[in-house]
């Protein structure tokens, strides 16, 4: 066989089973040994004064958690952002928060807060005080009231806000009341650092913790009190979430070629460059040809492998994982390539991702208009597990659209910030596992979520272990009729909001009596 | 070299350059002759008695245009057809069409009309009665009102239909009222076909010919009435259309893979098939990086190459082309591969194009929303010279489809018709240029329009030589303040009223006598 018709004969079929043949690393297991968050002892410390006082308390607390849910704070609409911040910053200092700063940014202000128990340990406590605005689909009539609903599940708080996040984090505070009226102090020095646009994305995150980072920076850990449970009281802590980048892509018309000014007739396609086919080949060229292998040359190899420790977490995830369950959940037959296990569990946390969130141009109406439109666009997200950095991903990104001749394709950053992750094996996880532990609530423990959040502002720019997560139940982030379970009915598994404070109580006693001192 | 290393190392040089290893093919000339529609004796009958009554009645003829404008006949929101319909057929009997008859469709009524001059040669009319809908962007009050506007270029009828398609259609209409008024009968038998649906695509234009089609087909040649000398009054006789395929594309989640139900988190990525992407490498599959090279197997052998005579009108055009103007007018910097002259009107014509009109998919507004979306639509369309044939684009298109994997993806066949052309030296041709010469209005002849129309059902339904065209200036089809002129001011070439009604009574008593009989 010659040469030249080797070659020709072979590439159509290499070209057609790129999938195959492109550099997805392959990452091989070197334990077979299972995380058992059983081992963690539950935490043992009992604190009776102070549960009974929460129990005593619980009329009140509601009512502290209403009091939030009724305050509007819409960030994307600037709906009620000053007098939450200002309900926040007083709540801080009813409590005794010796130190409370408001932090102007171009956006809307943070709140900074100290509590000095002249403690060892050190715990920052990240607070949003923002929610998502509303529509019109609520089953209550105002979102806003803070009305008690009884659920199949028993009696929930339904608000905007309830779940994400007002609920649990007053919650945090009442628990904080508590062992302060118990027990006249807490058993850690307490930062809160919150902020009003965690629901933009938190664009100016950092510059609510920069007046106090160095500080900030000698705690012992962060904490994000979130509602993890599920109905029936199951539980996964996540240790850290993917990073993003989030972009759009845009083929124009100008001095290369293409319609510069508007639409024109579709028969001209013969003579002019389509912007709509160039971006359609833009993107085309970075995956395979089913869509699920980046084609970016060095992009799967910046990703950091799997450790020891996390094979350990992934090995014990994959004993119980129910793939048809979340796939039924999703509308969704099968994974890619059709992975199960331990191997879908590894390409959903240590796959960099390439995805379309949205693609327009032309006419996308009914019938037929026949034009060559001028533009193109494209929003595409690429998730990033720890070592793929943004800056990174989006030079690649751009280096291979010009290597590919895509010099004319405009990518235009919206957004990007690496993952984050806390080992396991830290004070806090161990404090925190504990703590689910003692209430039953056994949880599975995964090294990181597949979905992003820029929680990189506490492992990195303030180095500290973080957990996001306890014990509770809510649903509807984001959605109509979002709650937080209350009181629980009979059979439920999840905690109430008695439970999920003492929990609290527990956690950071916890913390002081387990965290090396640093 | 190993043979498997050269595979690797020649494959994505290949596979970057394929715009320049397609099967695009070179038509190379076998002639520099240039058809000089010179040489075509002007027509030089005289019909000085019809002219002079032509001059006497223009009042009235100008009224009979308001009248057909008044008429509202909106074929997309079915308003005034069924007036319409009747004017026109009332209107033929009036003129003393001795058989009329209306022609029920599953869409808008047809009309077919027959005048009997016992003539040797016959020619048929093609009409369409219906308009376009009417934006609120008129500087005149009512688009339907049928005003006389004083143009910079004279005086002008400003109405919906104006020049798209009633004012010509219905001078023609007086033309033939004008012949039997002075000379009693015509000079050729005359039937007329009209459709109310032409700006619907003309659906069911075969249906309104297929109760007269055998005799349809026995006449000479097919006529349509049109405007198309520009404002100085130069004028492109073009000889034919390309055909078209206009077909959706789509990609949805099923069994296959993808979520099938509504759009899921972006983090899935990592675990499901993406819609989206599916879609933008079945497209990009079709045609090379550039987008100006189409992928299909067999999609460029089908076209038949530009025949000898077809080579001397392409010389004849290519003489005084002016790209940079047509580039201007578009907003276009440049033609692909920096073509110019001969071998743009080559590409222009012979071109099978591949083009986007519309493609959408996700979240098209602002900002960022992490969505993998479970359907993403595309419209496309690729004209058809002359030898491609619509079912066979179609085939190929799906088969190529089929042959990458891409067998999930969708096609929705929306139109697909084939071109039309008719040769140069036919009578009707012969005629039509003839007339042109004789008003001093010299034609450029193209072998057809890179543009496409169903006239097809003239030339291969009908098997009849057809010409679209005619003396004559308007503006404005399917925009605001649609105009066709009637009285040219000082020093404007373009054709009025009164010599576009003459040069249709030049052009029957042309085709008169100079039609073979057949």
Known sequence: MRLSTAVLLLCPLLWMTGAARAERPVYPFTTEARFDSATVPAYAGRHDAVYAYIDAQQDAHVAQLQRWVRQRSISAADDGIDAM?????????????????????????????????????????????????????????????????????GTVLMARGAMNQKGPQRAFLNAVASMLAVEGTLPVNLYVVAEGEEELGSPNFGAVLAPWRDRLRQADGAFFPMLIQGATGEAQLNLGVKGIVYFELEARGGAHGGPSRSEIHGSFKSLVDAPALRLVQAIASLTSIDGNTVRIPGYYDAVRPPTEAEQTLVNALAV????????????????????????AIVRNLWEPTLNIDGIWSGYTGEGMKTILPHVATAKLD????????????????????????????????????????????????QAAIGVFNKYGAKARVAPWLAGSAPFYQFTRTLDLPFVFGGLGHGWGAHGPDEYMLLRPADGVGAAGLAEVEKSYVDLLHALAEGARPR
């Open 320 to 343: 119980d994982v129910d793939d048809a369950a979340l796939q039924r959940s999703l509308g969704v037959s099968r994974w890619v390539d059709g992975l199960t296990g331990r191997e």
């Open 85 to 153: 911040v200002t309900l926040l910053a007083d709540d801080l200092r009813a409590l005794g928060f010796g130190e409370v700063q408001l932090v102007e940014t171009p956006g809307h202000p943070g709140v900074l807060g100290y509590y000095d128990a002249g403690a060892p340990t050190t715990l920052v406590v990240y607070m949003m005080y923002d929610v998502q605005p509303v529509e019109p689909n609520w089953r209550i009539d105002d979102p806003f009231a803070g009305d008690l609903v009884e659920h199949e599940l």
């Open 382 to 429: 690429s998730r990033l597990p720890p070592g793929l950095e943004p800056d990174a991903a989006y030079a690649m990104i751009r280096a291979h659209l010009d290597a590919g001749g895509f010099e004319d394709i405009v990518l235009r950053p919206l957004s990007g910030y690496p993952a984050a992750s806390t080992a396991a094996d830290t004070p806090l996880v």
